[in-house]
Nanobody, 116 residues
Framework: QVHLVESGGGLVQPGGSLRLSCAAS????????MRWYRQAPGKERELIAG???????NYADSAKGRFTISRDNAKNTVYLQMNSLKPEDSANYYC??????????WGQGTQVTVSS
């Protein structure tokens, strides 16, 4: 059994920063890819950033230049550093991990609210 535990969400003022973390635990063979998605009320879930096992990253246009995805392979953890946050970044953020053998898993979500 694999568990993904997210943390780091909260309330922040426009222009502020947050760092999200997602730690995988359990019987893990290897991690192929790790991603962050977000979903705002009434909107579809969208891919924000992804990172592969060789460190290749990709970002949604809305995240480029402001968000940075990284991973700590020793800790089976993926991070999303979010800077210059805007009210439109408010959403529930989910981590996604694709494991070798096990397939894909989702985190429970962490709420990010950007408001003054």
């Amino acid at each position: 059994q694999v568990h993904l535990v997210e943390s780091g969400g909260g309330l922040v003022q426009p222009g502020g920063s947050l760092r999200l973390s997602c730690a995988a635990s359990g019987t893990i063979f290897s991690i192929i890819a790790m991603r962050w998605y977000r979903q705002a009320p009434g909107k579809e879930r969208e891919l924000i950033a992804g990172i592969t096992n060789d460190g290749t990253t990709n970002y949604a246009d809305s995240a480029k230049g402001r968000f940075t995805i990284s991973r700590d392979n020793a800790k089976n953890t993926v991070y999303l550093q979010m800077n210059s946050l805007k009210p439109e970044d408010s959403a529930n953020y989910y981590c996604y991990v694709y494991f070798s053998v096990l397939g894909d898993y989702w985190g429970q979500g962490t709420q990010v609210t950007v408001s003054s």
